[in-house]
């Protein structure tokens, strides 16, 4: 299995937009995948997905609802795992959210794939997802603020893994992008670790698509899949993939659910 964080340093740069559509396209190029909305307090991707889930992890939590209760099918291939949005769910230790996750997701079956779309910034939740996940996708736009966030959240990475990937989304060209990505490669080469690799996993262009797509709540790559941008979000699903079979085999690094959760807890 896989364990994917996306984050974004900054809020509002698209990455749980982005974080859904890779989900989807991981689905129908024949992987399990869950999607699990951990924006606490701010969760949204079932209006991204343009679904109602009847439970979510605040009913997990409060055990009125298993996690079989709560997921959403999506597709044959594709579960979300529903957030909370609202106060109640911020009571919650950060420590019982992720119990109740671990336990839960014991029981969902067999996964390619668990991407875990988590908030902006670096609170607590996200650099435990971080410290466990086998990848971390960093998103920003180019925007001053979202770049500089973007470097902090970088900071963060190489302090527990040897790499993370970066996407640039909205911007106005190829060579814009990879400016982007030069730019923080380098000054993460020079100020946090010479051995520390940034990956670009690819760029997203500006698209007017993609709002319409949001306020329709449908999935661009599924509805629009020819347009520019949804033939640059499959570009970065297989350089996602490839170093993954279709049968899940020969990754880079393939820990089971209890070690993901001990990195969870910061336990080992």
């Not at 924006?39 to 889930?53: F, M, R, Y």
């Not at 991407?115 to 996200?126: F, M």
């Not at 599924?222 to 297989?238: F, P």
Request: glycine share 6%; proline share 2%.
């Amino acid at each position: 299995m896989r364990f994917i964080t996306i984050a974004s340093g900054k809020g509002g740069v698209g990455k749980s937009t982005i974080a859904a559509n890779i989900a989807y396209l991981l689905s129908i190029y024949g992987y399990k995948v869950a999607l699990f909305d951990a924006d606490i307090g701010l969760a949204n991707q079932d209006i991204i997905l343009g679904v109602k889930p009847k439970y979510t992890i605040l009913d997990l939590l409060q055990e009125k609802a298993s996690m079989e209760d709560i997921v959403v099918k999506i597709n044959n291939n594709f579960l979300l795992i529903p957030g909370e949005s609202g106060e109640e769910i911020m009571r919650y230790q950060n420590s019982d959210i992720l119990e109740k996750f671990y336990d839960g997701l014991r029981g969902i079956g067999e996964l390619d794939f668990l991407i875990i779309d988590t908030g902006a910034g670096i609170g607590e939740n996200v650099r435990s997802f971080i410290k466990a996940a086998t990848d971390t996708i960093i998103v920003t736009i180019p925007d001053p603020a979202a770049i500089m966030d973007a470097y902090s959240m970088i900071k963060y990475c190489a302090r527990v893994h040897d790499e993370v990937f970066l996407i640039v989304n909205r911007a106005d060209s190829q060579k814009e992008a990879t400016e982007i990505y030069k730019k923080l490669e380098s000054v993460a080469k020079k100020h946090i670790n010479p051995d520390f690799h940034v990956e670009f996993l690819g760029f997203i262009e500006k698209s007017l698509l993609i709002e319409q797509c949001n306020k329709k709540r449908e999935l661009l790559v599924k509805t629009n899949a020819s347009c520019v941008a949804a033939i640059e979000m499959a570009d970065i699903v297989k350089k996602l993939t490839n170093s993954l079979t279709k049968d899940g085999e020969h990754i880079k690094e393939t820990p089971n659910i209890a070690i993901f959760f001990k990195r969870l807890l910061q336990q080992i």
